[in-house]
């Protein structure tokens, strides 16, 4: 079947945004930590706000929860500064190697490495609610949103163009070391 090169375009542009969605979709399966049911409690509700969040690394003025916490929204604003200006170091710092997260980092360092860009893409969490620890493993429940935005070719042409959405999703974490990484995201319901 031939396809135009405008067809061509928002093609390749849903493709793109229907990868990235899948990799938040996606489950690890190679962490070390064994898996187990998501615990129905929350221990403990946190609101984001302020400019300034905890350090992935440990703390002693951090509680354990707090710190699961603060590597959650380091890697929301991770992914924000990557969508921005193609720089996946603070992606890959907070993120467990096998993560399907890094598979995102990817994608975004090829569409900058071809010149096409996301004009107006942001990346925000608006909120995140710590659930539990098990074996090794932390649980956050998170509510997270993308602005409309636009995917520019190198020339400035608008290849395609996506409306803003939110989602809720579970974010895994895993003990690697001295310090928590992401290790799975687990997408909801998008609204």
Sequence with gaps: M???RGR???LSGSVLLG???????AGCSSVNAPRSS???VAHGTFSLGGPSAPSPSPSPSLSREDEVVGVVRQFFKALDKAAQTGDT???VAVTYERC????LGGFIQEEFS??????GARWSLTRSDFLAFDRGTALVRVNYGVSAYRNLARDGTVRVS??????DGLVRLGRHGNRWLVTDLYRGHTR
Excluded: M
Excluded at 100 to 103: L, N, V
């Design 38 to 40: 998501v615990p129905p």
């Design 19 to 25: 990868a990235v969605l899948l990799v938040f979709a």
């Design 89 to 91: 170091s603070d992606l």
């Design 100 to 103: 399907p997260c890094r598979a």
């Design 162 to 167: 996506y409306s803003a959405r939110s989602a």
């Design 2 to 4: 031939w396809i135009s």
């Design 8 to 10: 061509w375009s928002a």
């Design 114 to 119: 071809a010149g096409r860009r996301d004009d």
